[in-house]
């Protein structure tokens, strides 16, 4: 199983690095002055600076927020990427093409139709449907890579095995059972509480047990006021 998982990852990272060697080769023939502009809510860096919002971002730029923290890239016709708090993105962009790198955190992603998208994490590698206008979010967690799919389709590469994820459903990749992670409490993911079962239904009917006991030891007392002793071979 381990010897799966490395292989796997090296075949992930072998593929975002031909991923990233395709888009320089493309983007030397792109725009060299295509650019994006940022919107942010609380700290957000860009190239390890300060990020405000309606700034200029370039093609090739690192994109890190902080706690409660969130920013906005608006490319035009191209698209649109929100990276969402304590998340690290590296972000390529052309006029028809949006590459990321998310080591960390989430990002929401929508492409215009026609657009090249892909989001590469540790996991797996994200890839949008050009033919048509996506809209998916890509989560980066300790053990794994969540994606959710709204509108689209996308396709998650995990090594050399392909998975569609169409709008409206999820899916994941990596190791969920990796030791050391916090637990990714989604809805419907947390294990049942038993509250049933043999060992229960012992402690349930010596409880009803003792109580029957209690309630067969007491004294009754007639309407009189008098006490009346209960006799043990009463029937």
């Given at each position: 199983m381990l010897g799966k998982n490395c292989f796997r990852k090296f075949i992930t990272s072998f593929t975002a690095a031909a991923v990233l060697c395709a888009y320089s080769t493309v983007a030397l023939a792109a725009t060299?002055?295509?650019?994006?502009?940022?919107?942010?809510?609380?700290?957000?860096t860009v190239?390890?600076?300060t990020a405000v919002s309606n700034a200029t971002i370039v093609s090739g730029s690192t994109i890190v927020t902080g706690a409660d923290s969130s920013a906005i890239i608006s490319l035009g016709k191209t698209g649109r990427i929100e990276v969402l708090a304590n998340s690290n993105l590296i972000l390529n962009f052309s006029v028809n093409s949006i590459v990321g790198i998310l080591s960390s955190g989430k990002t929401r992603v929508?492409?215009?139709?026609?657009?090249?998208?892909?989001?590469?994490?540790?996991?797996?590698?994200?890839?949008?449907?050009a033919g048509q206008a996506d809209n998916f979010l890509v989560e980066v967690e300790c053990s794994h890579t969540h994606i959710d799919?709204?509108?689209?389709?996308?396709?998650?590469?995990?090594?050399?095995?392909?998975?569609?994820?169409?709008?409206?459903?999820?899916?994941?990749?990596g190791n969920l059972s990796q030791t050391g992670c916090q637990p990714c409490l989604r809805p419907n993911s947390a294990p049942a509480v038993a509250v049933a079962?043999?060992?229960?239904?012992?402690?349930?009917?010596?409880?009803?047990?003792?109580?029957?006991?209690?309630?067969?030891?007491?004294?009754?007392?007639?309407?009189?006021?008098?006490?009346?002793?209960?006799?043990?071979?009463?029937?």
């Open positions: 060299k002055d295509l650019t994006g502009e940022i919107t942010v809510m609380g700290q957000v190239n390890g600076r929508s492409n215009a139709p026609g657009v090249a998208t892909t989001i590469t994490t540790k996991d797996a590698t994200v890839i949008a449907d799919t709204t509108t689209g389709l996308v396709t998650m590469r995990e090594g050399s095995i392909d998975k569609q994820i169409s709008a409206g459903t999820s899916a994941n990749a079962g043999f060992p229960w239904l012992i402690l349930v009917a010596a409880g009803v047990a003792a109580v029957a006991i209690l309630i067969g030891g007491q004294n009754d007392t007639d309407s009189s006021g008098d006490v009346i002793i209960v006799s043990p071979t009463r029937s």
